[in-house]
């Protein structure tokens, strides 16, 4: 398709700064950052104070195995282990004894294997309790009327969710051919038989919806967007591709993919990486005018006020390796929907504000494709150092359509990476940056608010000076990530320590207007 004449969309006009912390860091005493009233009232302050205007998360969908927010059983439903369960006690769905458990979990990291075991049972305890109140609990509306409202993806998720547990656990294409995909399940009597596992499940998104909600409002009246997450590609065993396997590279009759995702051998790995993800069928969401993305893009939307889009390389060229192959070698670039796609995107979603995950070694199209968007692209300070002048990632390199960001969840803290990087490197880091490097969170952050970049989004692990200790997700890496949470008291130390110097340093750097 011709580039259009001028950028599809053109949002990032002015310059501000970010925080990036998922919510599941968030303090507290039920073994997962939940959405309690005081942990986010907590972090909306020290985010307004510092004149900090973007929270960016990670996915909000609920996790699976491996408990990554990048492989979800949904692309549309929230995750439960973010329903604050203290609301549910107010409300006499559960007794305050029925949080001892969970307030035994440690508190600085999340013990993802006891939160299952402790949190699921006590979800389908209030489940009950509301069942035999005569649904009388409303207090986020009526759960009627949500699950009529969400019904298109609801329905199948909950479906899936009620199925998996009565096959305990074992992914869609092991269960029996009746059940295999959503359209066979809609004709089971087994669906009926797991029919009040399923609404247990659709009270359950009622209530993550409802406490969520109510997060978006508090962030909008402290004038704080919110950034999320959208992965390119969906889980395999997830309710989106056992409902609507059409869309995807897939045997429709077993559920087998023919080929799958990943990415091709490169200077850190020499098998490349093989995600195992299946691959979207494009010729098919292109005659249904890609109406299933545009809902994605809607429900994600509707829970946050900018989305970055993970692997955006993948809509220009993607790389397709063939189902059972031990390695990522094997595979070979396809082509994606390329600009077709962002012109329907556009169209049904013209005010939309999305944000382009284009890091990595980019083919030159993949460069023209984000160019012609106009979406802003993104920058990682980590990576600009230990080369010559030329590397992209350099701020005199940077244009101001951009995210700059010291890190993001994959990489280490700054204060980790700076210690174990080479000599080279920091060296190069010391020189460029005209620093001793002894405060290197804060020199990164200071570089990262002086950057040309419009956006400037901080973990916050940096603005607290974090080391390895708080490193939240290291990619290949099978276990032990997204554990890490932050404690209050370290919270309210760096408001009253840091917050006036963050907002008198976006004053300098116009990221914070000395009127708000």
């Avoid at 508090?218 to 967007?225: E, F, T, Y």
């Avoid at 396809?334 to 600009?339: H, I, T």
């Amino acid at each position: 398709m011709k580039p259009p004449a001028s950028p599809l969309f053109n949002w990032l006009n002015e310059r501000a700064a970010g925080a990036l912390v998922h919510p599941t860091s968030l303090p507290g005493t039920q073994g997962i950052g939940v959405l309690e009233a005081a942990a986010v009232d907590t972090l909306l302050d020290f985010l307004q104070s510092a004149g900090i205007r973007y929270w960016q998360i990670c996915p909000l969908g609920p996790t699976g195995y491996g408990d990554s927010p990048y492989q979800c059983f949904s692309a549309f439903a929230g995750n439960p282990y973010l329903i604050d369960l203290k609301v549910l006690v107010d409300a006499d769905l559960l007794n305050q004894s029925d949080l001892a458990t969970l307030q035994a979990l440690p508190r600085d990291r999340i013990d993802f294997g006891n939160l299952y075991g402790i949190k699921w049972p006590l979800l389908f305890k209030a489940y009950e309790a509301y069942s035999k109140s005569g649904g009388s609990f409303a207090l986020y509306g009526s759960f009627k009327t949500f699950k009529k409202t969400h019904s298109e993806w609801l329905a199948p998720y909950c479906d899936f969710l009620a199925l998996k547990d009565y096959f305990q656990g074992q992914p869609w294409w092991l269960w029996p051919e009746e059940v295999r995909f959503h359209s066979r399940a809609l004709k089971s009597p087994l669906r009926k038989q797991v029919s009040v596992k399923a609404d247990a499940h659709a009270f359950s998104q009622y209530l993550f919806f409802g406490q969520w909600n109510k997060v978006r409002a508090k962030a909008a009246g402290r004038h704080i967007q919110i950034i999320g997450d959208a992965p390119i590609f969906v889980a395999a065993d997830s309710a989106d591709v056992w409902a609507h396997p059409e869309l995807f590279q897939i045997d429709q009759s077993t559920g087998e993919a023919r080929a799958v995702a990943g990415v091709p051998p490169d200077y850190f790995s020499a098998d490349g990486q093989l995600w195992g993800n299946p691959l979207y069928d494009w010729s098919v969401h292109q005659k249904e005018d890609y109406a299933w993305w545009i809902q994605r893009l809607e429900a994600n939307l509707a829970l946050c006020d900018v989305v970055r889009i993970d692997h955006f390389r993948g809509f220009d060229t993607y790389w397709s390796i063939p189902a059972g192959s031990p390695t990522a070698r094997t595979g070979k670039w396809m082509q994606g929907p390329g600009l077709d796609f962002f012109h329907a995107v556009q169209q049904a979603l013209p005010k939309c504000k999305l944000i382009a995950e284009d890091l990595g070694e980019l083919a030159p199209s993949v460069v023209e494709l984000r160019q012609a968007t106009g979406l802003p692209g993104m920058t990682i300070l980590q990576f600009a150092f230990g080369e010559d002048a030329t590397n992209l990632y350099l701020p005199h390199n940077l244009e101001a359509n951009s995210v700059i960001y010291p890190g993001t969840h994959d990489n280490d803290t700054t204060l980790s990476w700076y210690r174990t990087a080479d000599d080279k490197t920091t060296d190069h880091v010391r020189r460029y940056l005209r620093i001793d490097g002894k405060k290197i969170g804060w020199d990164f952050i200071r570089a990262s608010y002086s950057a040309v970049s419009n956006l400037a989004v901080i973990p916050l692990q940096d603005f607290m000076s974090l080391g390895s200790e708080a490193r939240f997700n290291t990619p290949g890496l099978p276990q032990g990530n997204w554990q890490w949470r932050y404690r209050g008291e370290e919270l309210r130390q760096l408001t009253a320590n840091s917050g006036a110097y963050l907002r008198d340093m976006g004053e300098l750097t116009g990221r914070v207007s000395p009127a708000t």
